[in-house]
């Protein structure tokens, strides 16, 4: 049967009292330790999903400010050919328009050149038939003398 005796007494005396000791000694410290860092591992924890979640937004705004500016520049492009085509368009209406001014000036300048000369031709055969008719006219000595006449004058012309 069982039978008590004094050493199983004290030694389960013992047993409460290192169980009480190491509860408050050994037990309690160490668990305040673990849930110091649990709670230091779940603050970090905290922190990086916080971090996480500021890089993921500042990600998402850098994506649309990218988007933004595609857009406005693909805008500005497109107005600068717009403006480009405009000013490309009035340089070359301009430069048609003094194409034809000189055009027209130079046309009109050769005519009024063709004029004088046709009038000093006109001028210059005047005086040459008046030359001519006076000597022809001043001289009837026959056809050599006309002859001479002729070959003087195309000389002198």
């Given at each position: 049967m069982l039978r008590l005796d004094w050493n199983l007494v004290f030694t389960v005396i013992n047993l409460l009292i290192l169980?009480?000791?190491?509860?408050k000694f050994l037990f309690k410290p160490v668990n305040e330790i673990l849930e110091k860092r649990?709670?230091?591992e779940d603050a970090r924890l905290a922190d990086a999903e916080a971090a996480k979640n500021s890089a993921l937004k500042s990600k998402e705004e850098y994506e649309a400010s990218i988007k933004n500016a595609e857009q406005e520049k693909s805008q500005i492009v497109a107005k600068a050919r717009e403006e480009a085509a405009g000013e490309y368009s009035r340089i070359?209406?301009?430069?048609q328009k003094k194409a034809g001014t000189i055009v027209e000036k130079a046309c009109s300048d050769a005519e009024q050149e063709k004029k004088k000369i046709m009038q000093q031709a006109e001028t210059a055969v005047r005086d040459m038939v008046v030359t001519a008719a006076a000597r022809v006219a001043g001289e009837k000595e026959g056809t050599d003398n006309d002859r001479t006449l002729y070959d003087e004058f195309l000389r002198q012309q």
């Open positions: 169980y009480v000791l190491m509860r649990q709670k230091e070359v209406d301009e430069a």
